[in-house]
């Protein structure tokens, strides 16, 4: 299907000069229409790096240092998110892309009636709105994201925590944007919780058509309840499948210890090992593929070369790792042996 946003090798990094560190490294990644695309990886991996990046939500000191951002709107030219003004930036968001944050549900204004606060988004992009028409909506909204219509005059406290970030889903869903992306939503809520909402976030995407690009790092919700899977690593993608292949099949030594620290929803269990070692320190990045000085099945190049996100024989994947590269190790191999 066609693209609905496109990240083109995006850089982002923390502070300038000879201080900077950089938190997302030449990123590539597109979101189609309609489709849930889950990117997962450890804590500090830059998920919500790229997400603020990407969306020019990126609190200093943080900066995008290169790339490209293009959102291609139901109809019209494409627009380059990288380059709009303020303005154009704030008109797009929440009727084009909307963004639930990492703990977003904690960010309901407590002092503000949950119908109030979702009625102000809906009126600062159709002026026009009538606050009885507003009032339907938010109400059409609440029952949309499956909370009685009796707690719109609710106060955010008096709400659980699982009903107030589906007034955030439902905030986020109030313009039809085209793009939702959910940075961590869930990390506060018990696992039922978290399994009710995805689901449901799954079914209103079926009904409305939105694509999601849903943030997480456990790696069992997506392979559930995505298309598409990207994993991240010290600010890289390094394997991007759909769901499925991923799960099965995982090329990246990274994307399998993924798989194996967090027990399967369903089907086969892998036996939960988690991965040794921790994640790089941004300052001190390993040379080579960052991921070597963990990596079970590290081999001569490892260490010097840092493999290239690239398809192997099959097109609808990719992977940076030297074990899918044919004859990668033969170099190193060749001159062990001539000396
Ligand atoms: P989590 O799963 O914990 O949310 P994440 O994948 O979203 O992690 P980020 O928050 O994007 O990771 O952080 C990526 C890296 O950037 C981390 O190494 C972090 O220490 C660094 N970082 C984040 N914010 C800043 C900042 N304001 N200044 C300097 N470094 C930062
Ligand atoms: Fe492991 Fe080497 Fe692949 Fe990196 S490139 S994941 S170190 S095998
Ligand atoms: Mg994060």
Same mark, same amino acid.
């Given at each position: 299907?066609?693209?609905?946003?496109?990240?083109?090798?995006?850089?982002?990094?923390?502070?300038?000069?000879?201080?900077?560190?950089?938190?997302?490294?030449?990123?590539?990644?597109?979101?189609?229409?309609?489709?849930?695309?889950?990117?997962?990886?450890?804590?500090?991996?830059?998920?919500?790096?790229?997400?603020?990046?990407?969306? @020019? +939500?990126?609190?200093? &000191?943080?900066?995008? !240092? =290169? #790339?490209?951002?293009?959102?291609?709107?139901?109809?019209? %030219?494409?627009?380059?998110?990288?380059?709009?003004?303020?303005?154009?930036?704030?008109?797009?968001?929440?009727?084009?892309?909307?963004?639930?944050?990492?703990?977003?549900?904690?960010?309901?204004?407590?002092?503000?009636?949950?119908?109030?606060?979702?009625?102000?988004?809906?009126?600062?992009?159709?002026?026009?709105?009538?606050?009885?028409?507003?009032?339907?909506?938010?109400?059409?909204?609440?029952?949309?994201?499956?909370?009685?219509?009796? @707690? +719109?005059?609710?106060? &955010?406290?008096?709400? !659980? =925590? #699982?009903?107030?970030?589906?007034?955030?889903?439902?905030? %986020?869903?109030?313009?039809?944007?085209?793009?939702?992306?959910?940075?961590?939503?869930?990390?506060?809520?018990?696992?039922?919780?978290?399994?009710?909402?995805?689901?449901?976030?799954?079914?209103?995407?079926?009904?409305?058509?939105?694509?999601?690009?849903?943030?997480?790092?456990?790696?069992?919700?997506?392979?559930?309840?995505?298309?598409?899977?990207?994993?991240?690593?010290?600010?890289?993608?390094?394997?991007?499948?759909?769901?499925?292949?991923?799960?099965?099949?995982?090329?990246?030594?990274? !994307?399998? #210890?993924?798989?194996?620290?967090?027990?399967?929803?369903?089907?086969?269990?892998?036996?939960?090992?988690?991965?040794?070692?921790?994640?790089?320190?941004?300052?001190?990045?390993?040379?080579?593929?960052?991921?070597?000085?963990?990596?079970?099945?590290?081999?001569?190049?490892?260490?010097?070369?840092?493999?290239?996100?690239?398809?192997?024989?099959?097109?609808?994947?990719?992977?940076?790792?030297?074990?899918?590269?044919?004859?990668?190790?033969?170099?190193?191999?060749?001159?062990?042996?001539?000396?």
């Amino acid at each position: 299907s066609e693209p609905v946003l496109e990240i083109k090798n995006l850089s982002v990094d923390y502070g300038m000069g000879p201080d900077a560190v950089q938190a997302v490294r030449d990123v590539s990644l597109t979101l189609h229409r309609g489709e849930v695309l889950g990117l997962a990886g450890e804590s500090g991996s830059g998920k919500s790096t790229l997400a603020y990046g990407m969306t @020019r +939500l990126l609190p200093p &000191p943080g900066v995008v !240092s =290169g #790339g490209e951002v293009v959102y291609h709107p139901q109809d019209g %030219a494409p627009v380059d998110i990288l380059g709009l003004n303020r303005p154009q930036l704030r008109k797009l968001r929440w009727s084009e892309i909307s963004i639930v944050f990492q703990g977003a549900m904690n960010s309901l204004n407590p002092v503000h009636k949950v119908v109030t606060q979702l009625c102000d988004v809906i009126k600062a992009h159709d002026k026009r709105s009538t606050p009885a028409s507003r009032r339907a909506r938010a109400a059409e909204l609440m029952k949309l994201v499956g909370i009685n219509t009796d @707690r +719109l005059d609710s106060y &955010p406290h008096q709400l !659980s =925590g #699982g009903m107030r970030q589906r007034v955030m889903i439902a905030m %986020a869903l109030a313009l039809e944007p085209s793009v939702v992306i959910m940075d961590e939503p869930t990390t506060a809520l018990d696992v039922v919780m978290q399994r009710q909402i995805l689901t449901q976030l799954a079914e209103l995407r079926e009904r409305l058509g939105f694509a999601v690009l849903f943030i997480t790092h456990d790696l069992s919700l997506l392979v559930e309840l995505s298309d598409r899977i990207a994993i991240m690593y010290g600010g890289r993608i390094v394997e991007e499948a759909n769901a499925r292949q991923l799960y099965r099949e995982p090329l990246h030594p990274y !994307s399998l #210890g993924l798989l194996k620290s967090f027990p399967a929803l369903r089907g086969e269990r892998r036996e939960l090992t988690g991965i040794p070692g921790s994640p790089p320190d941004l300052r001190a990045m390993p040379s080579g593929c960052a991921f070597h000085p963990r990596c079970p099945r590290a081999f001569e190049p490892c260490a010097d070369r840092d493999p290239v996100l690239a398809a192997p024989e099959d097109k609808t994947r990719s992977v940076a790792c030297w074990l899918h590269v044919p004859g990668a190790g033969r170099t190193a191999e060749n001159s062990t042996s001539s000396t």
